[in-house]
T-cell receptor
C-alpha cells in the first residue's frame, strides 16, 4: 500500500530545543515536500525536494531545514523552534500527474 | 504569484446539492485540484481539472473555466459524512519547476439533518 509516514504525530516542546519531524515514503517517488497548515492561511509549502540531494525553498522556509540523503526520507528540522512555528505539518509525495495525492497523516507541533 | 479565494463556510441539508466556488489568479495555469479535509486529518484528493469543463466522479463533480479563473465543486446527495473542509488549489506554473500547490484557505461545509 502506498504510504507517506510521518513521526511524531503530536509533539509539545519548548522554544529553542531542536527537533526533527521524519517523513518516509514507500512509492519510490522523486519529489517530496513539506507544508504547514494554519487557520485562515491554508496549506503553505515550506521546502521541497526534486530528488536525492536536491532541495529548495518553498513559500515559508524561514526557521526550517531539510535534508534528502536518500530517496525515501525527507526529514524536517527545526534547529531553534519558536512559538510561531506551532502548526499542523504535512509531508507530501505526489505522483507525476496528480499531485500531491499522497499526504502523510500530519504532525501537530506545539512550541511553548 | 498565485491567489485563491473561496467562501469560508457553507451550510447545506442532507440529501441536497451544494456548490462550492473557487476563483483563482495565476501567472501560468497548470492544473486545479480539489481536496477534502476532515478536522485534524490529512487532505484527501477529490478531483483534478486542467481543461475547461466538467469532471464527474460519483457524487462529486468539478468544473473549470480557465478564461474566467473559476472553478466549482458540486456535491450531490449530501451525506452527514460530507461535513468537512474543501480545499481548492492550483499548481505552480510549469516554468517554475516547483510542482507546489497553492491552496485556498478552505470552505468549511456543515451538513445538517
Amino acid at each position: 500500500e502506498a504510504q507517506v509516514t510521518q513521526n511524531p504525530r503530536y509533539l509539545i516542546t519548548v522554544t529553542g530545543k531542536k527537533l526533527t519531524v521524519t517523513c518516509s515514503q514507500n512509492m519510490n517517488h522523486e519529489y517530496m515536500s513539506w507544508y504547514r497548515q494554519d487557520p485562515g492561511l491554508g496549506l503553505r509549502q515550506i521546502y521541497y525536494s526534486m530528488n536525492v540531494e536536491v532541495t529548495d525553498k518553498g513559500d515559508v522556509p524561514e526557521g526550517y531545514k531539510v535534508s534528502r540523503k536518500e530517496k525515501r526520507n525527507f526529514p524536517l528540522i527545526l534547529e531553534s523552534p519558536s512559538p510561531n512555528q506551532t502548526s499542523l505539518y504535512f509531508c507530501a509525495s505526489p505522483r507525476p500527474t496528480h499531485q500531491p495525492q499522497h499526504f502523510g497523516d500530519g504532525t501537530r507541533l506545539s512550541i511553548l | 504569484g498565485q491567489n485563491i479565494d473561496q467562501p469560508t463556510e457553507m451550510t447545506a441539508t442532507e440529501g441536497a446539492i451544494v456548490q462550492i466556488n473557487c476563483t483563482y489568479q495565476t501567472s501560468g495555469f497548470n492544473g486545479l485540484f480539489w481536496y477534502q479535509q476532515h478536522a485534524g486529518e490529512a487532505p484527501t484528493f477529490l478531483s483534478y481539472n486542467v481543461l475547461d469543463g466538467l469532471e464527474e466522479k460519483g457524487r462529486f463533480s468539478s468544473f473549470l473555466s480557465r478564461s474566467k479563473g473559476y472553478s466549482y465543486l458540486l456535491l450531490k446527495e449530501l451525506q452527514m459524512k460530507d461535513s468537512a473542509s474543501y480545499l481548492c488549489a492550483v499548481r505552480d506554473p510549469l516554468y517554475t519547476g516547483r510542482r507546489a500547490l497553492t491552496f485556498g484557505s478552505g470552505t468549511r461545509l456543515q451538513v445538517q439533518p
